[in-house]
């Protein structure tokens, strides 16, 4: 044996490859008690000839010094010392070059946490990564060690090092079935991801499918020969079949397939008869995309003729959701046995589903040539069977929904009998109070329905475009005839009261019946308040008095049900629109959405809030500190890591389709309009409240949005009560300040922002700035308005159908403001400049009179009063762009001055009209910024204290036709709602207007 190394059989855990390597130096060079733990570990291993088990004394110290050494490191790593600061880093790198072992788990989490920050995520699976492979392949037995080092890896999204950690604790543990489906899972999604090479795709593939298919042929092993006992590695669960068919249908071939769902055990009717739907959904969902027709048939057939131990129909026979697959099915042919559908003598329980599936089958498969109703009696077999399920399920409160996509296929004969005659009828029919105020809210939603279809009216030729309503003849020129609306509103408020005296204290009533009354009423004013014709007047406002009508019968209701959800939101969208935003945050508050949903929902309350009331998001403030922190810590935390911890959480709970789906939910957070909205509004409230912004252009709300990533809106309306017909604009459309998130509206608004954000910063008053420190300053705000004007110039020319009109201002001037300041810089002075400055400068000022012009002039009149409270969106566009007018003249101006001082020659300084012009552009955002504060001040000096204001509010709100509604609305609510615009005000006065 060589004196020089140990054993070539022998490998220490910390790869000790040559004794030279650790002669110790004296100690006043230097002393690293690792170094000679490591020399007296390795002259123990060579004296006892490769021995291990003589030396444990000495592996067990250099073990721990190590380990030391380790905590060492990434304590210092802590430090502000620059060249402490990578030590881990650089021990990273130097383990993973020299293919060292780091057994010790403890080790690798501290290195991990204290690169966290320094090494970029997609690093890790040339980092953190190798290092969990070698600790678990050096410890496969360790089940605690390898499953956290698993668990790191997904967290991380190193597909490649958990799918290598994830085989060999099968391998280690093949005792434990879940571990075998993690195995197989995780290989399977390493197939489907880019960091899988091109040529080991395929190879994954067959490997993840290989092992489920042995499994499944366990399972169906166990089931021919009737065992009681299901193998231990065999497929059990639902979430193992579906995971099944996710890699047969992503690996395998169309037979692979086709034998899986004739398989007597895993097939979709022998699981859908077993109470499990998700497999048949998935498969009738690959039927009609493939638009296999006689195959959806077939299938969906074999689930309807499903019978119990007598004989009769069972619940699962009558699944509403396989009817529906069913008679899409048979739309297409002609072969189906549609009789399924004529079954009679059923349970209650059964009975509605096959009646509405005797409805749709009428409506799809039937021909209609004929007309819906003859002689003023329903004739056409659709209409027929509509009326008989709305006869029996007429008490029931979900019968509208039900109904409503075959309502809006009728025609106008038929769908005025249903709203205007034979529901009536039913009305007088019913005896008990709680059914018969059932019936009759349903006839006010189907009348409803009818005023905002098409087919309700009929165009008149004329020199203004106007309808015939072909219900009560009126002519209008609205989208909805306002006759019909005001009776249905009356109709709606006489239900109202007479059920709140009548039957106020009972719980179907007080919870059901009167909140969906009073959303009749309001939907009715609201449809009443836009009185623009789609297409002609576009830009008409809305009338205030009906939308103030609207907001406070849902505010009466929402004192008697805090907690009805629907009346909740449309509240928040009513008060946002009529300016009273702290009313809009304690209705929102009420809602108490949470984290999990806050990105779908956040936008409904959020979008343009810091525009309406900046104040209501001051961080400085309890309830903006928590309004704000809602948001960012919910992308701070989901998005930490590649992955959410709720990751592991699938993993052990064995969701293998929550696991499969996890990172295209990650990718939609990533990039999603919200997310991007949330910073646009948080750093837009702390700019007009003159608080600092942080560090906008270091935040990755920001830094991660380049101009190719398509931000996706995933806004959810579906909480909504939906009675419009789908060719009308929702009512929740029609409540929003503007269109809704877009990709095209996010870039816009962050490159604003980043815009303010560069030409608004103040180095601070301590800092004494060298005039080559300012020339890197100025470099930096000439590349950085370069890259906006570029980037702006590819999403405003398509932002009409995005923004407001007033928003289309602001951006198209932040867009032009970001090429005159390159041009002050870049172009030869000699050059004639003064042409092209004066259009830009026009266009700027243009743009500052278009909106002040578009502003109310306060009059001393409550209707001006109430249309400015409405227009505070408009007044934060006016100031943000006269600011940016300002802030880009004042640069100019001071780089000339600048460069006047450098170059006293003066062929380096702007020619004096363009000085002039840039100065004229200052002046006119100047008086802009001037006459918006102005508006402010007078809009508080109208409303004032509030008593008087609300005085002269309750005559003018409901004048023409609202007393009965002002005898029901107290004068409270009227306070309140004063309140909140009293509150807005003040918080406008903190607004900076310099």
């Given at each position: 044996m060589s004196d020089s190394a140990p054993p070539a059989s022998e490998k220490d855990p910390w790869n000790i490859k040559s004794k030279e390597k650790f002669e110790t130096k004296s100690k006043s060079e230097f002393y690293d008690p690792c170094q000679e733990a490591a020399q007296r570990s390795y002259k123990c291993l060579y004296r006892n000839g490769g021995d291990k088990s003589m030396c444990g004394e000495y592996f067990q110290a250099y073990r721990d010094c190590k380990a030391a050494w380790i905590v060492k490191v990434c304590a210092?790593?802590?430090?502000?010392?620059?060249?402490?600061?990578?030590?881990?880093?650089?021990?990273?790198?130097?383990?993973?070059?020299?293919?060292?072992?780091?057994?010790?788990?403890?080790?690798?989490?501290?290195?991990?946490?204290?690169?966290?920050?320094?090494?970029?995520?997609?690093?890790?699976?040339?980092?953190?990564?190798?290092?969990?492979?070698?600790?678990?392949?050096?410890a496969p037995k360790d089940k605690i060690a390898a499953t956290r080092c698993l668990q790191s890896c997904l967290l991380h999204w190193d597909l490649v090092s958990a799918q290598q950690i994830a085989a060999i604790i099968d391998r280690s543990f093949s005792q434990e079935r879940d571990f075998m489906f993690w195995n197989i899972v995780i290989t399977h999604m390493l197939a489907t991801s880019s960091q899988s090479p091109p040529e080991k795709k395929k190879l994954y593939g067959m490997l993840a499918q290989r092992q489920i298919q042995r499994a499944a042929q366990l399972a169906e092993q166990a089931h021919a020969s009737e065992s009681k006992e299901a193998p231990a590695r065999g497929i059990k669960t639902e979430e193992e079949i579906l995971l099944l068919y996710d890699i047969v249908e992503t690996h395998g071939t169309a037979d692979d397939v086709k034998t899986l769902i004739e398989s007597p055990l895993f097939s979709p009717i022998a699981q859908f008869l077993l109470g499990r739907k998700e497999l048949f959904q998935r498969t009738a969902a690959n039927y009609r995309k493939q638009q296999d027709w006689e195959a959806l048939c077939n299938l969906c057939e074999s689930c309807l003729s499903h019978t119990d131990e007598n004989g009769e129909l069972s619940l699962l026979a009558c699944d509403w959701l396989v009817w529906k697959n069913f008679i899409e099915g048979a739309s297409y042919l002609k072969s189906c046995n549609t009789e399924l559908a004529r079954s009679s003598g059923l349970k209650p329980i059964y009975k509605r589903n096959v009646l509405l599936a005797r409805v749709s089958s009428a409506f799809t498969l039937q021909t209609h040539d004929d007309d819906d109703m003859k002689d003023d009696q329903p004739f056409s077999l659709r209409l027929r069977e509509l009326l008989n399920y709305i006869q029996d399920q007429k008490s029931s409160a979900a019968c509208f929904d039900d109904v409503k996509e075959f309502l809006e296929q009728l025609d106008i004969s038929g769908?005025?009998?249903?709203?205007?005659?034979?529901?009536?009828?039913?009305?007088?029919?019913?005896?008990?109070?709680?059914?018969?105020?059932?019936?009759?809210?349903?006839?006010?939603?189907?009348?409803?329905?009818?005023?905002?279809?098409?087919?309700?009216?009929?165009?008149?030729?004329?020199?203004?475009?106007?309808?015939?309503?072909?219900?009560?003849?009126?002519?209008?020129?609205?989208?909805?005839?306002?006759?019909?609306?005001?009776?249905?509103?009356?109709?709606?408020?006489?239900?109202?009261?007479?059920?709140?005296?009548?039957?106020?204290?009972?719980?179907?009533?007080?919870?059901?019946?009167?909140?969906?009354?009073?959303?009749?009423?309001?939907?009715?004013?609201v449809k009443l308040a836009f009185r623009s014709r789609p297409g002609y007047i576009h830009s008409s406002p809305p009338v205030s008095q009906h939308l103030l009508r609207a907001l406070f019968i849902l505010e009466h209701q929402a004192f008697l049900t805090p907690k009805h959800s629907q009346i909740s939101l449309l509240l928040v969208q009513l008060h946002l629109l009529l300016g009273s935003a702290h009313r809009s945050r304690e209705a929102w508050h009420g809602l108490a959405v949470k984290r999990t949903i806050v990105d779908s929902l956040a936008p409904i309350f959020y979008d343009r809030l810091s525009t309406v009331s900046p104040i209501i998001l001051d961080s400085s403030d309890s309830w903006g500190w928590e309004l704000v922190e809602t948001l960012r810590s919910h992308y701070v935390n989901s998005l930490k890591l590649k992955m959410p911890r709720r990751l592991i959480d699938a993993f052990e709970e064995a969701s293998y389709g929550?696991?499969?789906?996890?990172?295209?939910?990650?990718?939609?957070?990533?990039?999603?309009?919200?997310?991007?909205?949330?910073?646009?509004?948080?750093?837009?409230?702390?700019?007009?409240?003159?608080?600092?912004?942080?560090?906008?252009?270091?935040?990755?709300?920001?830094?991660?949005?380049?101009?190719?990533?398509?931000?996706?809106?995933v806004v959810d309306h579906g909480s909504f009560p939906s009675w419009d017909c789908y060719s009308s604009r929702p009512v929740h459309e029609r409540l929003r300040l503007g269109p809704g998130p877009s990709n095209t509206r996010c870039h816009l608004a962050l490159l604003a922002e980043a815009f303010q954000d560069i030409l608004s910063y103040r180095p601070p008053t301590v800092y004494k700035a060298t005039a080559a420190v300012m020339g890197i300053d100025n470099t930096f705000v000439i590349e950085m308005m370069c890259r906006i004007g570029n980037s702006m110039s590819k999403f405003v020319h398509k932002a009409s159908g995005h923004c407001t009109s007033s928003e289309m201002l602001y951006y198209e001037a932040v867009n032009v403001l970001a090429t005159l300041i390159p041009?002050?810089?870049?172009?030869?002075?000699?050059?004639?400049?003064?042409g092209i400055f004066s259009q830009i400068t026009e266009a700027v000022k243009a743009a500052i009179t278009t909106q002040l012009d578009e502003l109310p002039k306060l009059d001393g009149t409550v209707a001006q009063t109430v249309s400015a409270l409405r227009s505070f969106h408009e007044v934060t566009m006016l100031r943000d762009t006269a600011m940016v007018a300002k802030l880009t003249a004042q640069w100019i101006l001071s780089f000339n001055e600048r460069e006047k001082e450098r170059d006293r020659s003066g062929s380096s300084n702007l020619p004096k009209e363009v000085v002039s012009q840039v100065k004229g552009l200052q002046a006119a955002a100047e008086a802009g910024l001037k006459d918006g504060k102005s508006l402010i001040a007078q809009l508080k000096q109208e409303v004032g204290t509030g008593s008087e204001f609300v005085g002269k509010l309750r005559p003018w709100v409901f004048e023409d036709g609202g007393r009965e509604l002002n005898d029901l609305v107290e004068d409270g609510t009227l306070k309140e709602v004063v309140e909140s615009w009293r509150q807005n005000l003040a918080g406008w006065g903190q607004v900076k207007w310099t």
């Open positions: 210092e790593s802590q430090l502000d010392d620059p060249n402490a600061k990578f030590a881990a880093v650089e021990a990273v790198d130097k383990f993973v070059k020299d293919g060292t072992v780091v057994k010790d788990v403890d080790g690798i989490d501290l290195l991990e946490w204290a690169t966290l920050d320094l090494i970029p995520e997609d690093a890790f699976p040339e980092t953190i990564g190798p290092l969990r492979v070698r600790a678990v392949k050096a769908l005025k009998h249903v709203a205007y005659t034979y529901i009536a009828q039913l009305v007088q029919s019913v005896d008990d109070p709680i059914k018969r105020a059932r019936v009759s809210l349903l006839s006010l939603k189907t009348q409803y329905l009818l005023s905002t279809c098409p087919i309700g009216r009929v165009p008149i030729a004329g020199e203004k475009p106007s309808s015939k309503c072909l219900v009560c003849n009126a002519k209008f020129e609205s989208e909805s005839c306002p006759t019909c609306l005001t009776k249905i509103s009356e109709e709606a408020l006489a239900a109202y009261k007479s059920a709140s005296k009548d039957f106020g204290e009972n719980p179907v009533i007080q919870n059901e019946i009167l909140p969906e009354l009073s959303v009749a009423v309001a939907f009715c004013n929550s696991i499969i789906d996890m990172p295209k939910y990650i990718e939609n957070l990533r990039s999603g309009c919200t997310r991007a909205m949330s910073l646009v509004e948080e750093v837009r409230a702390d700019r007009l409240l003159g608080e600092p912004c942080g560090e906008f252009l270091n935040d990755a709300r920001f830094y991660e949005v380049p101009d190719d990533l398509v931000l996706r809106n041009l002050c810089v870049g172009i030869d002075k000699s050059a004639p400049l003064s």
